[in-house]
T-cell receptor, first 115, second 113 residues
Framework: DTGVSQNPRHKITKRGQNVTFRCDPI?????LYWYRQTLGQGPEFLTY????????KSRLLSDRFSAERPKGSFSTLEIQRTEQGDSAMYLC???FGRGLQETQYFGPGTRLLVL | AQTVTQSQPEMSVQEAETVTLSCTYD???????LFWYKQPPSRQMILVIR??????QNATENRFSVNFQKAAKSFSLKISDSQLGDTAMYFC??????????FGPGTRLSVLP
C-alpha cells in the first residue's frame, strides 16, 4: 500500500498524559500536513512541512503541541499534558507540492480520546 | 482570511438521480485551487475532484462535475446517477498558493435506495 499511513489508529489516554502520533506520507511527497477534525466538522489546519522545515503553524497549535519531520520523511505530532478538549481525529495528508500535484492525499487518521 | 461555506448541512437523493451540493468561498486572491473531498462513514477522506482557478473549463470526473463561477466565488458539485456508495460527508476545500488550506463544514449526503 503506497498511501498515507498513520499510527496508531486509535488512542485512549488519561488527562495530563502525553501522546505521540506518527504519519508516513506517500514516499515522493515533499509536503506534509496535520489537521484536527472534531465530530461533524471539517478538518482544521494545524501545521505543515516542506521537507523537514515546518513552514506554517495555526494558532490552534498551542504550546502543548509539537510536530517534527526530522528527515523530511515521516512526521510525529506530540500533545503534552492532554486535555479533554484535545479529543478529536488527527489527520495527516501529503502532497507533491507542484502545480497540478498540489492535491493532498489523506491518511486514515488517529482518533484520540482523552478521559 | 479565506472562508468556505457549505450551506446544506444534510441532503438526500434517490439512487440513480442527480444531486448538487453547494459551496461558496471568500478570498481576495486570484490564483488558487478548489477541491471536493468525500469522507465515507468511518473511512478516510478521498479526493473527488479539483479545479484550478485560472481554468475556465469546469472539471469533470466520471459522474462528478463542478460548476465553477469565479466571479460569484461559487463551486458546486454535481453528482449524476447517484449510487449507494456515494453516501458520505462531502467537504469543499480551498487552497491558495501560500498553502493555506481551508475546509468547509461539510454536507452529509445520503443516497436512498
Amino acid at each position: 500500500d503506497t498511501g498515507v499511513s498513520q499510527n496508531p489508529r486509535h488512542k485512549i489516554t488519561k488527562r495530563g498524559q502525553n501522546v505521540t502520533f506518527r504519519c508516513d506520507p506517500i514516499s515522493e511527497h515533499n509536503r506534509l500536513y496535520w489537521y484536527r477534525q472534531t465530530l461533524g466538522q471539517g478538518p482544521e489546519f494545524l501545521t505543515y512541512f516542506q521537507n523537514e522545515a515546518q513552514l506554517e503553524k495555526s494558532r490552534l497549535l498551542s504550546d502543548r503541541f509539537s510536530a517534527e519531520r526530522p528527515k523530511g520523511s515521516f512526521s510525529t505530532l506530540e500533545i503534552q499534558r492532554t486535555e479533554q478538549g484535545d479529543s478529536a481525529m488527527y489527520l495527516c495528508a501529503s502532497s507533491f507540492g507542484r502545480g497540478l500535484q498540489e492535491t493532498q492525499y489523506f491518511g486514515p487518521g488517529t482518533r484520540l480520546l482523552v478521559l | 482570511a479565506q472562508t468556505v461555506t457549505q450551506s446544506q448541512p444534510e441532503m438526500s437523493v434517490q439512487e440513480a438521480e442527480t444531486v448538487t451540493l453547494s459551496c461558496t468561498y471568500d478570498t481576495s486572491e486570484n490564483n488558487y485551487y478548489l477541491f471536493w473531498y468525500k469522507q465515507p462513514p468511518s473511512r478516510q477522506m478521498i479526493l473527488v475532484i479539483r479545479q484550478e482557478a485560472y481554468k475556465q473549463q469546469n472539471a469533470t470526473e466520471n459522474r462528478f462535475s463542478v460548476n465553477f463561477q469565479k466571479a460569484a466565488k461559487s463551486f458546486s458539485l454535481k453528482i449524476s446517477d447517484s449510487q449507494l456508495g456515494d453516501t458520505a460527508m462531502y467537504f469543499c476545500a480551498f487552497m491558495n498558493y501560500g498553502q493555506n488550506f481551508v475546509f468547509g463544514p461539510g454536507t452529509r449526503l445520503s443516497v436512498l435506495p
